[in-house]
């Protein structure tokens, strides 16, 4: 199974049969030539509309029909809208779902499990970055990071609950559990992307995380890569029967998916950062594969089609499940943590592992 990113201008797709047919229009601008492109229907799970492109009734019809979504974003990659197939009729897992969410301690308990799987991560990739480095300062200073990190997780796995209920209202929640887990993951990640910036090979004006707007090419392709793994990781909640808005670390908001939220924080690193690391370290993504517009740095079409094309490898690449032990995609991992979690909430499991790579 695969993704189809729409990234031509003006293309249209088509069903012709058990095929999408995607007819590229002639760009004389960029140099794109009119061209069909076919794509056999069964290999789709999902299309990522990024711009001005038409997908036909009858192809979306065809593809909710096999449980693919369709996911409009614009020219930017920033996420607009999805069209999903039928919810899942699996409501004993929402019903469950809701009740551990007023279960204060055992929302907490379940957001910790999220934090130190994030944490781990970051440690991981960090302690990587450490042992391949051949300058003997930065190997130290970023072991020295993966060690702040790690003081994080012992924090994080002897936190304290000390009430079955939600927190007194008069106290403010930075000094709740919630707020302390919170406050983990913002001293994480700000170590962590204070790492990244030595990992980094290229000179791209990286000084840490910046959100809205992206500052330079690296924040760019951070939130690009994060923005599309959002998108796996909402259809993996709503295949198990989840309600994605829902969530246990990340606080409930109108239009928040706070579960996605939540299960996406541990497959952040392994998937997105890991990428970002790849296409610059190894010159796939360069300078030039970015523009400055009105002071905020966008992907050109190049770049984008460079990023798409290994994060799919990414997603497609095989590891062994740190829980299940055996070899499966990271696609296929994002649906196999929503299924441990409803396994968790329905009571099948005592504890909920995160995904936490070796």
């Known amino acids: ?22 007819n590229v229009p002639e760009n004389k601008e960029s140099g794109v030539s009119k061209r069909s492109v076919r794509v056999p229907m069964h290999q789709v799970e999902q299309v990522v509309v ?22 409009f974003c614009d020219y930017w990659g920033n996420f607009k809208g999805r069209l999903a197939p039928e919810v899942s009729k699996n409501i004993f897992v929402r019903i469950s779902q809701f009740r551990l969410h007023e279960n204060y301690r055992q929302r907490v308990q379940l ?19 450490a042992r391949g480095q051949a300058d003997a300062a930065t190997g130290e200073q970023l072991a020295g990071i993966a060690g702040q990190i790690g003081q994080l997780i012992e924090q994080v796995d002897q936190l304290r609950i000390d009430a079955d209920g939600p927190p007194d209202p008069r106290v403010p929640q930075a000094q709740s559990a919630l707020g302390e887990l919170n406050g983990y993951e913002g001293v994480g990640a700000a170590a962590f992307f204070k790492a990244l910036r030595r990992l980094i090979k290229q000179d791209l004006g990286f000084d840490g995380r910046h959100r809205r707007p992206p500052t330079d090419p690296v924040n760019v392709l951070l939130s690009y890569g994060y923005t599309l793994l959002m998108n796996h990781v909402m259809s993996a909640v709503q295949v198990v029967g989840f309600d994605p808005y829902l969530g246990y670390l990340h606080s409930e908001g109108y239009g928040k998916p706070a579960l996605a939220l939540d299960l996406m924080e541990e497959m952040r690193t392994p998937i997105v950062d890991s990428v970002v690391l790849t296409v610059i370290n190894k010159n796939i993504v360069r300078a030039e594969h970015f523009e400055l517009v009105l002071g905020v740095y966008r992907l050109t079409a190049s770049g984008r089609k460079l990023f798409l094309q290994q994060f799919e490898h990414r997603l497609n690449t095989e590891i062994e499940h740190p829980v ?12 196999l943590q929503a299924r441990l979690l409803a396994k968790h909430v329905l009571g099948e499991l005592s504890e909920y592992r995160p995904f936490q790579v070796r």
């Open 1 to 22: 199974m695969t993704t189809l990113y729409l990234t031509e201008p003006y293309s249209v797709v088509r069903k012709d049969g058990d095929t999408l047919v995607v």
């Open 111 to 129: 957001a910790a499990r999220f934090v130190r799987g994030k944490l781990h991560n970051q440690r991981t990739l960090v302690l990587r970055g």
């Open 324 to 335: 299940f032990q055996y070899k499966a995609t990271y696609r296929r991992c994002l649906e």
């Open 50 to 71: 990024l711009g001005d492109s038409t997908v036909t009734t009858p192809a979306l019809l065809a593809l909710l029909e096999q449980n693919a979504e369709i996911c």
